[in-house]
């Protein structure tokens, strides 16, 4: 086959590719999109080495995603071995967040300065050193410190990822892309539970770290060897100004959403109200300051992507079935233990058949993108996880294992038919010059929506309970008032889903592509 992508392909295996060169030796980002899509149409694949390029992002955003979650089971248990709060152990997974959130607004910039092989490397170790700390951690601080260091680089490979697929990958074969990314967002998390559960009552959960590190380590070497230059390097310089406001502003409002929970329970040292006001002030002037640097194409973030209608009705989407799944993620197994008293095991495999299936039929609901568009699927999985919301708050003392197992199989399907077709859409909306911005956006999107539905399931259930108990309640009874009444909050959010749904659309180029495939 004599196609342009071949020829692209040929040049990528080449000596004479550079680090920092594009993939093609002239500007990679907007030709690739309409070069692989010449390719695709006459070829139906992508090229070898575009393909382990994307099979390695894959495998290592899901082994650092899988972390997200992965400690949910474990708080209880480490509440003991550390003597420590649940809203303080909350923190393994909100520190996560608040870490994510913080870098993931700079990496559309270091996408384009850094080359792909370099930054892969250094998120990788990170994370790397990150999960062996983690793993020898002696006290609850330093096991805090471990799980920064492994967001941050976990922060570096979801833009990376998300940029690379628009690059390399034709719009007419997006969504089945974007469906195997789907597993990676959605899929890791649901089964980060069961992995901590199956690990904590077989060998303690400092194993949970052990498991994860050798697998870390592969994608480490296998990158490093396999990783080609993707996109167009920039010279542009960062701006100096925009880091300190953008870690303010992003920093303050997460963790101002994560200190609610501890505010409830009377616990930590900074008023809430004091961090919302740092935050909301820097996060303003730091999206003031990219408005007038993006005129120059300089800026951090450019903001530019929110001139596509699609991309951002597709955004605050994803922001509201983000919280509810990460809310649910960490309320259903503390309704489990603390409510129903059940082991960590058993806690973790509520999950699992959800997580299996939402693997299972994300490239399905790819494919079904690529031919149909986003609403066949948007409409029913927004009412899936409308109705899973709806149902979990009628949970009580006599809920059943397989009421929780069924619930969250209806979840985990309504997430990945929701999940793809916004990702897709949104990004594919965006001119090709801005994906690592898109990227970018999307990215912080989902860390704050995580951190924000982490923060607001934690409280209410903090608050429900507290109430409870003030009326005479049990330990138990109080968690069960307390998990009804944030569920209850969830099931509202998740109306406001089942309406923004219906005005995400497919981007006209990509229909276009599809007609003309």
Same mark, same amino acid.
């Given at each position: 086959? *004599?196609?342009?992508?071949?020829?692209?392909?040929?040049?990528?295996?080449?000596?004479?590719?550079?680090?920092?060169? $594009?993939?093609?030796?002239?500007?990679?980002?907007?030709?690739?999109?309409?070069?692989?899509?010449?390719?695709? $149409?006459?070829?139906?694949?992508?090229?070898?080495?575009?393909?382990?390029?994307?099979?390695?992002?894959?495998?290592?955003?899901? &082994?650092?995603?899988?972390?997200?979650?992965?400690?949910?089971?474990?708080?209880?248990?480490?509440?003991?071995?550390?003597?420590?709060?649940?809203?303080?152990?909350?923190?393994? &997974?909100?520190?996560?967040?608040?870490?994510?959130?913080?870098?993931?607004?700079?990496?559309?910039?270091?996408?384009?300065?850094?080359?792909?092989?370099?930054?892969?490397?250094?998120?990788?170790?990170?994370?790397?050193?990150?999960?062996?700390?983690?793993?020898?951690?002696?006290?609850?601080?330093?096991?805090?410190? =471990?799980?920064?260091?492994?967001?941050?680089?976990?922060?570096?490979?979801?833009?990376?990822?998300?940029?690379?697929?628009?690059?390399?990958?034709?719009?007419?074969?997006?969504?089945?892309?974007?469906?195997?990314?789907?597993?990676?967002?959605?899929?890791?998390?649901?089964?980060?539970? *069961?992995?901590?559960?199956?690990?904590?009552?077989?060998?303690?959960?400092?194993?949970?770290?052990?498991?994860?590190?050798?697998?870390?380590?592969?994608?480490?070497?296998?990158?490093?060897?396999?990783?080609?230059?993707?996109?167009?390097?920039?010279?542009?310089?960062?701006?100096?100004?925009?880091?300190?406001?953008?870690?303010?502003?992003?920093?303050?409002?997460?963790?101002?959403?994560?200190?609610?929970?501890?505010?409830?329970?009377?616990?930590?040292?900074?008023?809430?109200?004091?961090?919302?006001?740092?935050?909301?002030?820097?996060?303003?002037?730091?999206?003031?300051?990219?408005?007038?640097?993006?005129?120059?194409?300089?800026?951090?973030?450019?903001?530019? +992507?929110?001139?596509?209608?699609?991309?951002?009705?597709?955004?605050? $989407?994803?922001?509201?079935?983000?919280?509810?799944?990460?809310?649910?993620?960490?309320?259903?197994?503390?309704?489990?233990?603390?409510?129903?008293?059940?082991?960590?095991?058993?806690?973790?495999?509520?999950?699992?058949?959800?997580?299996?299936?939402?693997?299972?039929?994300?490239?399905?609901?790819?494919?079904?993108?690529?031919?149909?568009?986003?609403?066949?699927?948007?409409?029913?999985?927004?009412?899936?996880?409308?109705?899973?919301?709806?149902?979990?708050?009628?949970?009580?003392?006599?809920?059943? +294992?397989?009421?929780?197992?069924?619930?969250?199989?209806?979840?985990?399907?309504?997430?990945?038919?929701?999940?793809?077709?916004?990702?897709?859409?949104?990004?594919?909306?965006?001119?090709?010059?801005?994906?690592?911005?898109?990227?970018?956006?999307?990215?912080?999107?989902?860390?704050?929506?995580?951190?924000?539905?982490?923060?607001?399931?934690?409280?209410?259930?903090?608050?429900?309970?507290?109430? =409870?108990?003030?009326?005479? =309640?049990?330990?138990?009874? =109080?968690?069960?008032?307390?998990?009804?009444?944030?569920?209850?909050?969830?099931?509202?959010?998740?109306?406001?889903? +089942?309406?923004?749904?219906?005005?995400?659309?497919?981007?006209?180029?990509?229909?276009?592509?599809?007609?003309?495939?």
């Amino acid at each position: 086959m *004599t196609s342009q992508t071949d020829t692209s392909a040929a040049r990528v295996a080449t000596p004479e590719v550079g680090e920092g060169a $594009s993939l093609s030796g002239a500007p990679a980002v907007a030709p690739a999109a309409g070069t692989a899509a010449t390719g695709a $149409s006459s070829t139906h694949k992508l090229p070898v080495a575009h393909r382990n390029v994307i099979a390695v992002l894959m495998v290592s955003a899901f &082994t650092v995603i899988l972390n997200e979650t992965v400690m949910s089971v474990a708080i209880p248990v480490l509440q003991k071995d550390f003597g420590i709060s649940p809203s303080t152990g909350q923190w393994l &997974t909100t520190v996560f967040m608040l870490t994510m959130a913080v870098i993931i607004p700079i990496t559309g910039f270091l996408i384009q300065r850094i080359s792909t092989r370099k930054l892969f490397v250094a998120a990788m170790t990170l994370f790397s050193l990150g999960t062996l700390t983690a793993a020898l951690a002696p006290v609850f601080p330093v096991l805090l410190v =471990a799980r920064v260091v492994q967001a941050s680089g976990t922060a570096i490979m979801m833009p990376l990822l998300m940029t690379t697929v628009m690059t390399l990958v034709p719009p007419a074969r997006r969504g089945l892309m974007m469906g195997n990314i789907s597993v990676v967002i959605s899929v890791a998390p649901a089964l980060g539970p *069961t992995l901590s559960g199956l690990i904590i009552d077989n060998f303690g959960w400092r194993w949970i770290f052990g498991v994860v590190l050798p697998i870390a380590l592969a994608a480490l070497i296998f990158g490093a060897k396999w990783m080609v230059p993707v996109g167009e390097m920039s010279g542009a310089r960062i701006d100096v100004v925009s880091i300190p406001l953008a870690l303010l502003g992003f920093g303050g409002l997460v963790y101002g959403l994560a200190s609610i929970g501890q505010a409830a329970a009377g616990e930590g040292s900074i008023p809430v109200w004091v961090l919302f006001t740092v935050g909301g002030v820097a996060l303003l002037l730091f999206l003031g300051r990219q408005l007038l640097l993006q005129r120059k194409d300089r800026a951090l973030l450019d903001l530019r +992507v929110f001139a596509s209608p699609i991309f951002s009705v597709a955004m605050v $989407s994803m922001l509201i079935a983000t919280m509810t799944m990460f809310g649910t993620f960490i309320l259903v197994p503390l309704f489990a233990q603390n409510g129903l008293g059940l082991d960590a095991l058993t806690t973790g495999l509520i999950t699992l058949p959800g997580g299996l299936l939402m693997g299972i039929a994300s490239p399905f609901i790819g494919r079904i993108y690529d031919a149909r568009g986003p609403r066949l699927l948007l409409v029913p999985g927004s009412l899936l996880i409308s109705g899973a919301l709806w149902l979990l708050t009628t949970v009580n003392a006599q809920t059943s +294992v397989w009421m929780l197992v069924i619930t969250n199989i209806a979840l985990s399907v309504g997430l990945a038919a929701t999940f793809t077709p916004l990702m897709t859409s949104g990004l594919g909306s965006v001119r090709p010059n801005l994906y690592s911005h898109g990227s970018a956006v999307l990215g912080t999107f989902q860390q704050v929506a995580a951190a924000a539905g982490t923060a607001l399931f934690v409280t209410v259930l903090s608050v429900g309970a507290a109430a =409870a108990v003030g009326n005479g =309640a049990g330990n138990a009874a =109080a968690t069960i008032a307390g998990t009804q009444t944030a569920f209850l909050v969830g099931a509202f959010m998740s109306l406001a889903l +089942v309406v923004a749904v219906w005005f995400v659309k497919k981007p006209a180029h990509a229909v276009e592509g599809v007609a003309g495939h």
